[in-house]
Structures are given as structure tokens and as C-alpha cells.
């Protein structure tokens, strides 16, 4: 079965300070998209970043970026200068190529917030 | 271009009635997702549509749940006889193609909140 894991249910980061965000996973497959969404308290979910597996070059989207190790099956998420908006819920999701419909999995979620 | 609309963003039910929400797509999406998401858990994957066509529906329980993306209009959601465990937030999601195709994003909406009392 293809899971997903959040380890950490909650984080906490101060203001313009750096936190990362754990995420592993297992597949047998070696072809699959990742994913980090974002779900303030509005419940939209927002996505974050992307990472192609067949790409060996981490994703990165301005203060966001991923240490994606395909090897290891982990693929963390890293905020830099963190914003008071930055607060919500954080998850990380998987999906492969084509066999699967696109189904997303998800993992349970890191509920970060940024302090001022 | 509008985002992907869900309605009612809350609905509550008795339990025993139905209830249905409803997704409209992405102008131009002809792929649907739904999924629930219950207290404190992350969404988990009930079913996919393209129109007119079921294309996986292995998260969806096999009573009392169906789903529906028709050629013209909104995508359904029903669920049957609602209980207390079905109180949930339902997402959809839309997308141009089959999500997992190169550049394809899956664009999620608001969701609806169920409550069954």
C-alpha cells in the first residue's frame, strides 16, 4: 500500500526564522509527483510546491522549498523567513503517474504556527 | 475564470436524511475528485470522475454514498441515510487531465462541512 507520513502533528517557528517539515513515504513505483498543500483556518487548501520524482533538482517557490531524497523516500518541506501568515495546516501528498486516476494520499498533516 | 465552487460550505442534516453537495469544476476541468476530511486527520481519496464516467470510486464506502459528474452541470455528492459518523468536510478538486500528467495541478475548492445531529 502507498502511505504517507507526517511525524510531526505540531510545529512551532518564531518570525522570520526557518522551520522545516517532515514527510516520508512508500511506493514501489518510481514514477510520481509530491506535493506540499497548505490549509489555513478557511479550510482552502493552497498549493505550496511540487516535485516531479524524475527530476533530481529540489523544487523551490520563493520562500518554499523542498530537500526532496528519493532514495531515503522523504521529501521535507522548508520555510524560510517565516510569516505570521505562514500559520495553518500543512500536508504532504503523493500521487503517481497515470495508473492510479490521480488519486492524491495524504499524509496526516503538521499544524505549524509562527509566532510573532 | 472562477475557482472551483463547492456548495452548501455547511450543511447539516438529522441523521437519516440525505445529503447531497455539489462541485462545480474549473472552467475548461473535465476531472473530478472528492474527498473527505475528518477531525484532525488529512483528506483521504473517495472518488474520481471524469464526465459522465465513474473512473475510481475504492475510497468511497459502498453504501449509502454515490457520486455523480453529469454533462451538463455540477458534480454530486450524496450520501443516503446520514449517521453521525459521516460528519466530515468534503473537498473536491478539479483538474484539465488525469492528475499525475506532466504540469497538471489539481485545484481544490472550499469544501462543504457536514454535520449530522
Not at chain 1, 510545529?11 to 522545516?20: D, I
Not at chain 1, 533538482?57 to 524560510?80: C, D, M, P, Y
Not at chain 2, 470522475?49 to 459502498?62: F, H, R, T, V
Request: glycine share 6%; aromatic share 12%.
Amino acid at each position: 500500500a502507498q502511505t504517507v507520513t507526517q511525524s510531526q502533528p505540531e510545529m512551532s517557528v518564531q518570525e522570520a526564522e526557518t522551520v522545516t517539515l517532515s514527510c516520508t513515504y512508500d511506493t514501489s513505483e518510481n514514477n510520481y509527483y509530491l506535493f506540499w498543500y497548505k490549509q489555513p483556518p478557511s479550510r482552502q487548501m493552497i498549493l505550496v510546491i511540487r516535485q516531479e520524482a524524475y527530476k533530481q533538482q529540489n523544487a523551490t517557490e520563493n520562500r518554499f522549498s523542498v530537500n526532496f531524497q528519493k532514495a531515503a523516500k522523504s521529501f521535507s518541506l522548508k520555510i524560510s523567513d517565516s510569516q505570521l501568515g505562514d500559520t495553518a495546516m500543512y500536508f504532504c501528498a503523493f500521487t503517481t503517474f497515470y495508473n492510479q486516476g490521480g488519486k492524491l494520499i495524504f499524509g496526516q498533516g503538521t499544524e505549524l504556527s509562527v509566532k510573532p | 475564470n472562477a475557482g472551483v465552487m463547492q456548495n452548501p460550505r455547511h450543511l447539516v442534516r438529522r441523521r437519516g436524511q440525505e445529503a447531497r453537495l455539489r462541485c462545480s469544476p474549473m472552467k475548461g476541468h473535465s476531472h473530478v475528485y472528492w474527498y473527505r476530511q475528518l477531525p484532525e486527520e488529512g483528506l483521504k481519496f473517495m472518488v474520481y470522475l471524469q464526465k459522465e464516467n465513474i473512473i475510481d470510486e475504492s475510497g468511497m464506502p459502498k453504501e449509502r454514498f454515490s457520486a455523480e459528474f453529469p454533462k451538463e452541470g455540477p458534480s454530486i455528492l450524496r450520501i443516503q441515510q446520514v449517521v453521525r459518523g459521516d460528519s466530515a468536510a468534503y473537498f473536491c478538486a478539479s483538474s484539465p487531465s488525469e492528475l499525475g500528467a506532466l504540469n497538471t495541478e489539481a485545484f481544490f475548492g472550499q469544501g462543504t462541512r457536514l454535520t449530522v445531529v
